[in-house]
């Protein structure tokens, strides 16, 4: 049977009092949009009600729309201010970028998979957000005609932070990645002063891999295997 709207409405809200609320996310800001964007669809129509569990749920081609609560926590971590510039490095089915949309940052985002950008920027296309730029291709590249950043997210771990991506972050910056071995990261704020990069360990956690000229390999290979 088909879940009502009513129905996923009330799932979306107990999603936030229960997940996110009983947690750590206290940032009025993310509650109220995580209140209101329809994550179920950034998701197959067939797993609707799925998209309001507490845990990631599968988008296709091997990747996932992260859990709530880890979506919840990168924002709030990286405080996006009005018109903040972010680049988002692993668009996926565009909900966390939707989020960033609604937190009034322009939000420049880049997926390596071309079927999940379009799938993607279609539905980002139907609610009708202006701030929102995608692009197919290798996000450890950044995306230099548009840097500075304010904020740099990157939503799939790597070994270390990508150089071209610090370099692309502006001075008092501040950047959200998971970085460690393949099966295990820490989630890392980076902060950038007077040129400098400060790094704060925000909790453990686990993503699916950055593959990149400065991430895995294609075949998830490290830098010197
Ligand atoms: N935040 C997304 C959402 O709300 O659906 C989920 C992102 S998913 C955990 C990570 C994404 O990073 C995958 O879609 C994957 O294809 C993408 N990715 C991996 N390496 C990449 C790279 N070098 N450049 C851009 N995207 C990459």
């Known amino acids: 049977m088909n879940p009502s709207e009513e129905n996923l409405e009330y799932l979306r809200q107990r999603m936030v009092d229960e997940q996110l609320l009983r947690r750590d996310i206290r940032d009025k800001n993310v509650t ?21 569990g507490d845990f990631p749920v599968s988008i296709g081609k091997g990747q996932t729309i992260s859990q709530p609560y880890m979506v919840a926590l990168m924002a709030q971590v990286l405080d996006v201010k009005k018109n903040d510039k972010v ?18 940052g322009e939000i420049f985002s880049i997926e390596r998979i071309e079927g999940l950008a379009k799938k993607a920027g279609k539905v980002l296309e139907e609610f009708g957000y202006k701030n929102i ?3 197919t291709g ?20 790597s070994q270390d932070a990508p150089q071209p991506l610090l370099d692309q972050l502006r001075e008092g910056g501040k950047m959200v990645m998971p970085v460690g071995s393949r099966f295990t990261q820490r989630l890392l704020v980076l902060e950038k002063e007077k040129g400098r990069i400060s790094e704060r360990d925000v909790c453990g956690c686990v993503f699916v891999p950055l593959i990149g000229e400065f991430g895995w390999g294609e075949n998830c290979a490290g830098k010197d295997s």
């Open 133 to 135: 730029h995608i692009k």
């Open 87 to 104: 680049l988002e490095i692993g668009t996926g089915s565009g909900y966390e970028t939707a989020i960033l949309a609604e937190l009034g």
């Open 138 to 157: 290798d996000g450890t590249l950044g995306w230099q005609e548009h840097a500075p950043f304010d904020k740099i997210i990157v939503t799939a771990s």
């Open 32 to 52: 109220s949009v995580f209140r209101k964007v329809p994550r179920h669809r950034f998701v197959d129509p067939a797993m609707r009600l799925e998209a309001y």
